[in-house]
């Protein structure tokens, strides 16, 4: 079993669509990242958080350290949305992350 | 710079050669961290620096990858003897601190012909 999670594997949307990607793990850790990264692109850092919930623009992240869980959720989805959205998890110790496999979007018009 | 630089961006080399893949993080960062990403994978770990030394290479597959980050700054990932399995996207990180908010740069993507 991953020590990090995400589910689901794939999914696409219509143009408009709330959009939820969940992200399990099972270490110890200090911070939760989630990371979109285009075809063929770099990678960028959405969010880091280790409690509660953030927001930017139309998109949400929480957490719940109690049960390690997190979850993206994606408000008003656009085509530009697609993208791969991967969930990372910070050592404790390091800092280094723990990546998941990631998850395809596509929003289609 | 304003941003993770990572050169080359491509880089096409034959089996059993030697490769340099160079990272430049952001001024001032001193965690620094090399991944590597497969087709259709996550990224997994290679390394990480703390300054100069490496803290914890715990993620290097075997001797023939080797990495250094003399002034602690530009990091360099050396791959002696490169096979086909090697082949694809080496991803670097840098931080301001270890465990603070991550800067990825755009990756060298490495194929072994």
């Known amino acids: 079993k991953n020590e990090v999670e995400q589910s689901p594997q794939n999914l696409t949307a219509q143009e408009g669509e709330f959009i939820t990607i969940n992200c399990s793990y099972s270490v110890g850790i200090s911070a939760l990242h989630w990371l979109q990264q285009h075809p063929g692109g770099g990678i960028v850092s959405l969010f880091m958080l280790s409690s509660g919930k953030k927001k930017h623009g139309r998109l949400i992240a929480t957490i719940n350290i109690q049960e390690k869980h997190s979850s993206l959720h994606i408000t008003a989805s656009h085509p530009r949305d697609s993208a791969v959205y991967i969930c990372?998890?910070?050592?404790?110790?390091?800092?280094?992350?723990?990546f998941g496999q990631g998850t395809t979007l596509q929003v289609k018009p | 710079g304003a941003g993770v630089s990572q050169t080359p961006s491509n880089k096409v080399t034959e089996k059993g050669k030697y490769v340099e893949l160079r990272c430049d993080p952001i001024s001032g960062h001193t965690a620094l961290y090399w991944y590597r990403q497969s087709l259709g994978q996550g990224p997994e770990f290679l390394i990480y620096?703390?300054?100069?030394?490496?803290?914890?290479d715990s993620g290097l597959p075997n001797d023939r990858f080797f990495a250094v980050r003399p002034e602690g700054s530009v990091s360099t990932l050396k791959i002696q003897r490169t096979e086909r399995g090697d082949s694809a996207v080496y991803l670097c990180?840098?931080?301001?601190?270890?465990?603070?908010?991550?800067?990825f740069g755009s990756g060298t993507r490495l194929t072994v012909v």
């Open positions: 620096f703390q300054g100069t030394g490496a803290a914890d």
């Open positions: 990180a840098s931080s301001l601190m270890s465990g603070a908010g991550y800067t």
């Open positions: 990372a998890v910070g050592s404790s110790n390091t800092g280094k992350l723990i």
